[in-house]
Structure formats: C-alpha cells, structure tokens
C-alpha cells in the first residue's frame, strides 16, 4: 500500500515568540488588484468561517460561503455562554502570554503543538481589542472598563464575556463584519446548502459539491482553495450540547478525499449540563462553567441521603453542611471547583457511579451545583456597601439574587424554562455531556490538511488544544485562525495561482465524477424504504458511543463498540426508510441520514483511535491506565504524538492507516498533570 | 418532586408542499407525552409516528440549538409566537405548559416578507437583508485596532447596548405584529450600536439605510400595539422603537 502523505507540520525556526512574528516576513503577498481574481470557498459561518470570510472579502478576495442554517448568524458558536480567554492582565493577576500558553499546554495534557499554542496566546488579546471595535457589548465594570472571570484549569481572571451569551455576541460581530461584505458582493453566502463532498484536481482542493436544501439540488463551485469552519461532530453522542444540525459530514468527506484525521477519540465531556430527564430527551443543555466560579458543586455524603432525595422524600436544603461532599474541593483544594472539565466531569461519574448521584432519571445520575454561599457572601458584601449595618436575611438574599442575576441572569432563566425549578433558590442539578471535539482534520501550522488547498479552521481541525480543552479557548482559537491566521498563510498559497491560467471549470471530470458519487449516495438511502427511521439510528448510536467511548474507556468496551457501530451500520443501509425522491425539494429526513451515514463511519475511527492510544490523557481515559487514585496516567514516552489516520480509497475503516506527528517539547517541561 | 404524568393533545398542523401550494391544516393525535418533553421534542414524537406508520413526509419545521440562542426556531402556537409562554423560543416552550387532551394549533410565521418554504418552514432572508444595510460599524477586521480599555464606556451604556444586542433574529416580533413590521428587529440592532462609541460615528447613515432597507423588503409600518414587546423572547423593550424613532429624527439634523 502506497502511503500518500507524509506529516510535515511546518513549525517555524526560532524561538517561540519570535516564530510567528519572522514566519509572517516570510509568506509570499498578492497585491490587491490580483486578490479579486482569486475564489475561495468557506464551508461554516461560525466565528471561524465568519471571520474568515469577512477577512478574506476584505482583503478583497472573491469569496463563497455555506451553511446548512437559514442564516450566517445561527452556526453553532451562537451558543457559546461563558466566554473568551485573552492575556491582557488588565486585572494585574499577573496574566501574560507565556502563562497562557502554559495553561493551555497543560490543560491539554502535553498533547498539543508548542508553536501553535503559543501563537494562539499570543494573538489572544487583539482578539478583544477587534471585537470591541465591532461593537461587542462586553461586560463593564462601573468605570468602563472591561470584567474579567476566571475558568476552569487557571488561577487567574483573563475570560472575557457578555453575560452568558458571549458566543453570540462574538458571532453577531463577525456575522455584521461578514453581511457588510455580502452587502459589497465580495461575499456570496449560500443558506441552506450543504457540503456534500471536497473535489480534488491534480491532487489539490478546487471546489465542492453541495445540496441545496431548498430544492434538493446538487450544485457545484470551484475555487482556488477551499476553506473548512464546519465547527465539532460531538453529535456523534446523539445526545450532546451541540446543535441539532452539527454534523462531521463536511470533514469527513474531506478526510475520504484523503485528508488525515487527527486524533479522532478527544471529545470533551462537559461537566455541568442539565441531566437527561426522560427517554425521548433530543438533546442536552449546558449551563456554562463560568457558574463554577460562584456555584459549589456537592452530592450528600451518605448514601441514604442520595436516595431520599432521588425518590423525593428529603428537601435537598434539609441537608446540613456537614454531610454535604464537596467532592472537588475535598479533592482538589488548590482549584476546587475550577478544575479543568476532564477531571470535573470525572470526579462527577465517580461520585454517581459509587450510588451518590441526586437526579432522579433512569440512570440516577446528577450533582447539585449549588449558589446558596455566593448569594449569602455577595448579599452581604453589598449590604456593607450600602451601609446597611444588620442586614436582615431577606435583605442579604435580595442583593446577592441581584448580583448573582447580573453575572449570569439569562443561564438561571434558561436552567428554570427547561426544569420546572428556580436555581435561586434550590441547588442546580448537573451532570456532565459530550461537548467539544478536540480531535478533528490535521492541520500544518498554516492551517492547511493534508491535502494541498484544503484548509481547515476552528473546531472543524485539531489543532492547539491537545486531549482538553480548557473552557473560553474555543472561541478564542476560532477568531485567531480566522481574523488573524489564514489572511496570511492563505496568501502564500494563492500566490502560486498568479500568472497562470488558473480557472477550472466546474465540467472538469472531477467535477462530474464527485457530483455522481454523491448522486448514488443519496439514491441508495432513498431506494431502502424500510422500517426504521434515521432517529432510532442515531440514538442507538449514542447510546454505543456514551457507554464504551465515552468518559471512560477500556479494551474490552472499545472492540464491542467496533462490532455494535458494525452492526448497526447494517442495519441502517438495509432497512433504513427515508420518504420522498430524489427529484424532490426540501426534505429533513434525508438531510438526517445522509449525516448519520458519515457518523456510522467516524464512530468506528473514535473507537479505534482509542483502542490504539494506550494511556489516560486528559478526555481519553483508559480505565487500564489510571493511578491508585483514579487519576489518569499519561505514558509520554510512547504516546507524545498526534494519531493522524489516512483512509484507504474504497476500504473499510478498520484498515486505515496511522500516521504520527511527534510532538516536541522545547520548551515546557512534562510534568504530571497535577490539580491538587 | 414533580408528579410525572404523561398528556394527550389534538394537533391542527399548518401542512403545505411548497410555495406554490396550498395550506392547510391537518389533524394528528398523540399520546403521553411527558411534561418535560418540550414542544420540539413532541414534534419528533409525532413525526416518527408519521414516518413509520403513515410512510408520510414528516412535518418540517426549523430548529437547530435547541435551547434558545439561535432563533432557528419559529413556530406559531395557539394564536402566539412561539407559544403561550414569556420569554421563551419554541424550543424553551415545555408541554407541561399545556392541558391534557388540548387541541394546539401550529402554524408557521404569517408575514409578506417571510414566504412558505414547506410546512412550518418560512424564508427569512429578508432580515439578513436589513443587516447587509448596514447593521454593522465598519470597521477593519485585521486587529490594528486600539486597545480594548482605551475607550471606557460606562456600565450601564453597555448594559443597555448588550440588552438590544441580545436579539437573536427569530422574527417572532414581526410573524405576531398586525402590521407584519420589523420595526423592534432594526430598533434593535440600532440602540445596540448606536449606545457604544464605536458605533456613533455612523448612526445617521445607519439608521437611515436600514429603515429605508426595511420598506423596500415589504414589512409594515410600526403603529405601537406593542405586541411585538410581548412574544419576543429576548425581551426586547419598545423603548428602543421610541429610541430609534429618535435616531431617525434627529439624522435629518445636521
Ligand atoms: C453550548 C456550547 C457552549 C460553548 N461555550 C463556549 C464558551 O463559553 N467559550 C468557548 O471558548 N467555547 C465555547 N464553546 C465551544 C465553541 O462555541 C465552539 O467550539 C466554536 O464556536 C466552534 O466554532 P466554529 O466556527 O468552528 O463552528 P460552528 O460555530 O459550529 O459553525 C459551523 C458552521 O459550519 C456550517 N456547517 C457545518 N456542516 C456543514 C456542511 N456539511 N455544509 C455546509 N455547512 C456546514 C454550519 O452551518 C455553521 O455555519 C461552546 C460550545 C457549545 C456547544
Ligand atoms: S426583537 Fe425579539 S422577536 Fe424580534 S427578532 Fe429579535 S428576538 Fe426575535
Ligand atoms: S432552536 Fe435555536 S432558538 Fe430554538
């Protein structure tokens, strides 16, 4: 078997910080009256392809944007809550780049790369400083300066937020930055299309396929690159946090197209979500780790306790502080409730697997994250404030309610419109839930795959974040790539299409050849006609994927996986019913299952991926590989690398083949990832 | 602890092909549905069983976070946008807001400038449109802006601004409005920009682009019935109606 590609990550010469900055001097540039013969696609307009595109437009690029939503400003990144990291020290906690890049490392458990961490903390704080300019309403203090909190994994304060609705205010400035483009028609934005397979000519990405989900037709589009921001594929756990519509089709067309896929079994399990309440549930909610820096998270500390309240025989504020556990303070007393999520979520799984969980669903799983003692000590803060000498209880919960209200008002409100109960008033009840994918298609430090033209930004690639993610670094990687990365690297490789004839028609036999494959995909799923729906699928496959690939794994669950993904696999392309023609417009059934047919196939990579990695790091657990205490034990000696799989043309899964990418150390010692 | 019980309902379903069809609506039933399922997840429900039993298309409606941030979601039920309760999308709606055995009539968003996609399913590009007017502040993207402390800007200007911003551009104020217009949607997006400093260098143009952008896309005009106030489920004021009145005002002043 001819092996394609070899791994060359492109890291710059020099010392960390100087790398970016002489690698810059280095890219070839295109005078601006050459940049608008040149055509660029982007998959996504989440805040990576958003910012990408509004960039691109600008710098004057002719540019070609998709989504599968009705619009630019609904991507997924619309629902990030808690915030977004930046190194401004702007609160004199002694924050800098270099204690950014630290955290970040080893949040990641010493699986990312040095150089890319490096430039992502050292981009960070233009970030903010471009989404003030753009009109994002950042929290203030009373002397107009900009707030900061703190996340999980770091002491210090540099989370920059708007309320819990960051996400969506980041988005809605770079979606105004992208409609300003549109309005110029630099930008042609395509709603409701989606991706349906990369076309490759002579080795290199020259355009895609689409579906128009409006007509169901398929449309083709040629360019000279082809950018893809089509956010995480953490859908694969059916129920998740992500959106309904979040899928890896667009990624793992390309990866089919030969682009390697990178270290596919990292997903991120986020501790504090609403738990499951019932059966026909279709996803999961998360409430922002930004509550752990004022909520304490416990479970009742005998075992009668738990059960009471599970069957609803004991009020939780009954409990008297003495037998409440506060596992993650008892556990870890140097960050406590900020650990970062692995060890959060974990610790969670711990406490309800040993019979201590406090929801009363099938699984009997769930913990309080409770605000009783930051009303008390906010309530009491302000009463001094205001002079009020003996405040009265009521008086101490109205201004910590208020404080409490301003910090995080519209999470209490989401948390209160799903449950039924008031947070204010009685403890939350969390549990954690797949999130974020940190794995996702190899990346060079350019940002391009494996294969030459296909770049890939944000969640959609696999870069800077390693086998964690800590909280607030996603929104920030998806800007820098797209504000302030791809401008430049992108133009060292367009440059080469200068001088030359360089357009390809879209009757190129690739064209025709792509377009024709994903014709006969779409017909084999409509010519089933069997009796089981696209839904039962997917939540079969959930259910497979959250019991052995989820927050902890061993040998044994992972090949069982492998055979039960088989199985079901079969039973989707036999007896899958799917209504309508091809001929047919608008149709959510198919779109649905042409989805799932791409997730049947990356299910069984995670597995494998994580059979292969014999060690506990960050998200992947392995049961087999965990200290005396539970904690998880790294092997760096065999496994400091990045697993990068490469598909075999018209083979199954199971005979893809790894590739390695070395990480290096230069300059951060390993250490044992300690919280304690 | 809640009492579980599961509910039946009759559901009077808007059902239509395409846009050059006709509408009409069609009667399902379904049985217990928990409480806690929301409105979305009891459409899934009755979808699979119109899937499996019937061999029918399901019913299409838009959706997509599922809690409450995207504005994907846009049904009309009973009589009010997104359901009978305030503040809240139609994937926030719960069933336990709902009788046993009640009949619910779903419809999709009704407005000139939303036409039928299929079902529940309307065209809301127009609002898409107003923004490309100019509901943005032109500003470069390539970070040589100043730094983010160099302008102060007092607590309660961006708390104000953040309060218009939180708009997620469902156009439930436009489907409930009598008028069918978009007024609270451009208000706004005006006030958002137009409170922060960054953003009144280009409030007279802006105003001025986006209102006449918003005629041209056929929406009505704002005669203060202030329904849009009520279903929107962000809780936009129609304070920032009066405040875009006043920008609209005083941009012809020089
Ligand atoms: C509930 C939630 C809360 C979060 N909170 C935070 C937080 O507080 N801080 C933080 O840093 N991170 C947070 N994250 C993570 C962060 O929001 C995401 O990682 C990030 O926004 C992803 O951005 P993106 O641009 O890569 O993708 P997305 O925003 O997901 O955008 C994907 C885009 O691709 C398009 N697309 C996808 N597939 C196709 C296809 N096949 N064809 C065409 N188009 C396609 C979609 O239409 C969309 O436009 C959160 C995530 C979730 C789910
Ligand atoms: S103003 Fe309210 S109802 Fe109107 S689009 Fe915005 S969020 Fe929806
Ligand atoms: S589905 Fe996103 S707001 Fe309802």
Known sequence: ?676 | MKAKKSLNFTLKVWRQKNNKSNGYFKTYKIYDISPDSSFLEMLDILNNNILLEKKEFPIAFDHDCREGICGMCSLYINGRAHGPENLATTCQLHMRNFCNDEIIYVEPWRAKSFPIIQDLIVDRSSLDRIMMSGGFISVGTFGHTIDGNLIPIAKSDADKAFDSASCIGCGACIATCKNKSAMLFVAAKISHLALLPQGKIERKKRVLDMVQKMDEEGFGSCTNTMACEIDCPKGISTENISFLNKEYITSFIR
């Open chain 1, 1 to 676: 078997m001819k092996i394609s590609y070899k791994i060359d990550s492109k890291i710059p010469v020099g010392s960390l910080n100087e790398k970016w900055h002489n690698y810059k001097s280095t890219l070839e540039v295109i005078s601006p009256q050459n940049r608008k013969h040149l055509d660029i696609i982007i998959v996504g307009s989440g805040l990576a392809g958003a910012s990408a595109s509004s960039s691109l437009a600008e710098l004057g690029y002719r540019v070609k944007v998709f989504c599968y939503q009705d619009s630019p400003r609904r991507a997924h990144s619309v629902a990030a809550q808690g915030g977004i990291n930046a190194a401004k020290n702007y609160k004199g906690d002694n924050d800098s780049i270099d204690r950014l890049f630290y955290d970040t490392i080893k949040g990641g458990d010493y699986r990312s790369r040095e150089a890319n961490v490096y430039r992502l903390a050292e981009i960070s704080s233009s970030i903010i400083d471009q989404c003030v300019a753009q009109g994002v309403p950042f929290a203030r203090d009373y002397a107009g300066y900009l707030e900061n909190r703190s996340f999980g994994g770091t002491k210090v304060s540099r989370t920059f937020y708007a309320k819990g609705q960051t996400g969506q205010q980041l988005l809605l400035a770079s979606y105004s930055a992208m409609v300003r483009q549109i309005g110029k028609g630099r930008i042609i934005m395509y709603n409701r299309h989606e991706m349906m397979d990369l076309v490759v000519i002579d080795g290199v990405a020259r355009g895609i396929i689409t579906r128009n989900l409006v007509s169901g037709k398929l449309e083709r589009h040629a360019a000279h690159t082809v950018i893809i921001a089509s956010g995480g594929y953490s859908n694969v756990f059916f129920l998740s946090t992500n959106a309904m519509g979040s899928n890896a089709s667009a990624i793992w067309r390309v990866h089919k197209k030969g682009a390697g896929f990178a270290n596919p079994c990292y997903t991120q399990i986020h501790p504090t979500c609403i738990p499951i309440h019932g059966n026909f549930q279709s996803k999961l909610t998360l409430m922002s780790e930004s509550l752990r820096n004022d909520g304490r998270i416990w479970v009742p500390k005998n075992i009668e306790d738990a059960i009471n309240i599970r069957n609803g025989k004991q009020y939780t504020q009954n409990i008297p502080e003495k037998n409440r556990d506060y596992f993650l303070e008892r556990k870890y007393p140097s960050f406590g409730n900020l650990v970062p999520r692995d060890i959060a979520s974990r610790s969670a799984k711990e406490r309800c697997d040993a019979g201590f969980g406090i929801e009363n669903n099938d699984t009997m799983e769930g913990v309080f994250l409770d605000f009783y003692h930051s009303i008390n000590f906010y309530g009491l803060e302000k009463s001094k404030e205001l002079g009020i000498t003996n405040p009265s209880e009521k008086q101490i919960k109205y201004y910590g309610k208020k404080i409490l209200e301003s910090k995080y008002g519209n999470l209490f409100h989401m948390y209160e419109r799903i449950t039924g109960d008031n947070p204010y008033d009685i403890p939350m009840k969390i549990y954690p839930a797949a999130h974020y994918t940190m794995g996702g298609l190899w990346v060079d430090y350019n940002l391009m795959s494996t294969i030459p033209g296909c770049y890939v930004i944000g969640e959609a690639n696999f870069s800077d974040h390693g086998a964690n993610r800590l909280g607030a670094s996603a929104l920030m990687q998806g800007l820098a790539d797209g504000y302030f990365i791809i401008p430049y690297t992108i133009s060292d490789y367009l440059s080469q299409f200068l001088n030359k004839n360089n357009t390809i028609s879209t009757d190129h036999e690739e064209f025709k050849k792509s377009e024709k494959q994903v014709y006969n995909n779409i017909l084999k799923i409509l010519s089933k006609k069997g009796n089981i729906s696209v839904d039962y699928i997917h939540k079969n496959l959930g259910h497979i994927m959250w019991k052995y690939v989820g927050m902890s794994r061993n040998k044994k669950g992972l090949y069982k996986a492998i055979t039960k993904i088989k199985e079901l696999k079969n039973i989707f392309w036999n007896n899958i019913f799917v209504p309508g023609n091809i001929q047919d417009g608008m149709n959510y059934e198919l779109e649905k299952a042409i989805r799932i047919a791409d997730f049947l196939e990356l299910s069984e990579l995670m597995a494998m991926d994580a059979v292969n990695r014999n060690e506990s790091c960050g998200s992947h657990f392995r049961e087999e590989y965990q200290t005396k205490d539970g904690e998880s034990m790294r092997n760096d000696e065999n496994y400091k690398y990045v697993s990068i799989w490469e598909y075999q043309q018209n083979k199954s899964i199971k005979e893809e083949i790894m590739h390695k990418e070395n990480l290096i150390f230069n300059f951060v010692k390993l250490k044992t990832r300690s919280y304690v």
